[in-house]
């Protein structure tokens, strides 16, 4: 008999049922001092269509990270949160506007100049092709960020000059203009999903002399024959032009927030296993795809054992 794909994948219900007790019961790989204060961490959410999938991740770091403030960024049409008790106290960034597929660098500049008003120590980027999978994830957090103002998925110093990489490749004819503007002689590079901006960062970027004329040259990037994902060059290469401090997520991380393939159910049940591994990315936007089954079942039964509460 042939089995199906979502069978197939959901074939270990028991996996997931274990999972749900190693996330709970898992501590998490970093600790802190309790005495120490906790830093204020506000996730900022870059959504499109304010549905169900905005509701997923609402959810998963409700119960996976309860000390953390959320807030929504609504970069599609919708004019408001859909209604639902998981979005009590979620903030939207008064400043949100409409935005296209991998050109949603005006979202950044936006929470900057909105999160240099607020009292946060951190700031992180999420997409609803995320899910938060278990506890801990304010601790790794705040000890990652032990000495660093700024923490990038897959950050790395100096691209290369004959990068095939599509972001870099895309901004070639842009570059001397970027670099002037900087005042570097060469770019950086990380994945967009969960980079971490420390206050320092944030307050560096909005007081710098270029400010200005860097949302000038974003605005100008909007157009669609400009380069396409300029967050992942502009924001880790920052770190330079700032003169601040940058780190990578741990190596080991890579296969779990990554941009293709998409996750199965059986590595979303793995990556709760994974030290460090408090979310994973990506997860298809589908109602009937294994992974997101699995992400919800972990979220529901942890909430049940009273995760987050």
């Not at 278990?134 to 790794?140: R, T």
């Not at 660093?148 to 490749?169: N, V």
């Not at 401090?245 to 293709?260: E, I, K, M, S, W």
Request: with cysteine.
């Amino acid at each position: 008999m042939q089995v199906s794909r979502r069978e197939s994948d959901l074939s270990g219900r028991g996996d997931i049922e274990r999972a749900v007790g190693a996330g709970h019961g898992q501590p998490s790989a970093v600790r802190i001092d309790d005495s120490a204060r906790r830093p204020r961490i506000c996730v900022v959410i870059a959504d499109h269509r304010h549905d169900q999938y905005l509701t997923d991740l609402v959810r998963s770091l409700r119960v996976f990270a309860p000390t953390v403030d959320v807030a929504v960024y609504n970069a599609g049409d919708a004019e408001r949160l859909i209604a639902h008790p998981v979005y009590e106290d979620i903030r939207v960034l008064p400043m949100s506007r409409r935005l296209l597929y991998a050109k949603v660098t005006p979202f950044f500049l936006d929470l900057f100049e909105w999160a240099g008003l607020e009292e946060y120590d951190y700031v992180v980027n999420a997409e609803t092709d995320m899910a938060w999978i278990k506890p801990g994830f304010e601790d790794f957090i705040a000890e990652a960020m032990r000495g660093y103002d700024y923490m990038g998925p897959g950050f790395l110093r100096g691209t290369a000059r004959t990068s095939k990489w599509r972001p870099y490749r895309s901004l070639r004819p842009e570059l001397p203009e970027l670099h002037a503007l900087l005042g570097v002689a060469g770019t950086n590079r990380c994945f967009s999903p969960a980079q971490v901006f420390s206050a320092k960062y944030i307050n560096a970027l909005l007081s710098s002399p270029f400010y200005d004329d860097l949302k000038r040259f974003v605005i100008r990037n909007q157009a669609p024959d400009k380069s396409f994902t300029l967050q992942e060059v502009l924001l880790p290469t920052l770190v330079d032009a700032l003169s601040l401090t940058g780190r990578d997520y741990p190596g080991h991380l890579a296969t779990v927030n990554r941009y293709r393939p998409y996750h199965a159910a059986r590595s979303v049940v793995h990556a709760v296993g994974v030290p460090d591994a408090y979310f994973v990315h990506p997860i298809r936007r589908d109602e009937q795809d294994p992974a997101r089954i699995a992400a919800r079942q972990i979220i529901a039964g942890a909430s049940a054992v009273g995760v987050g509460q």
